[in-house]
């Protein structure tokens, strides 16, 4: 899959990913991105603290974060694209400026 906003560089971002002995939904090695789509299984606390180390322990490394649930895309999918293509600029600018 790949992303593209105007004014922006293409970049790749790849399905169900391994990083550092993680599964990520979506991942942008390029830009250290991470979409992940958050469903029911996410819900219990349980979960959403094995969701929080694991943002952490990857966040560590330099990975950035961006997380949606299931309401969120599928209640309004094209502001959910927006804020992807949103962050994809501001880190293509970021990478372009020397700052990455």
Do not use: W
Not at 9 to 32: H, W
Not at 33 to 45: F, K, N, R
Not at 73 to 90: A, P
């Amino acid at each position: 899959m790949a992303s593209h906003s105007k004014g922006t560089t293409r970049r790749e971002i790849s399905a169900q990913l391994s990083v550092e002995y993680f599964i990520l939904d979506f991942y942008c090695p390029e830009l250290k991105l991470a979409i992940e789509a958050d469903g029911y299984t996410h819900e219990s606390p349980e979960a959403k603290i094995r969701d929080r180390e694991r943002q952490s322990i990857l966040e560590a490394t330099g990975i950035m974060f961006l997380r949606f649930t299931d309401e969120e895309i599928l209640g309004n999918v094209d502001k959910v694209v927006e804020r992807i293509r949103d962050e994809i600029g501001s880190l293509n600018l970021s990478h372009q400026a020397g700052r990455y």
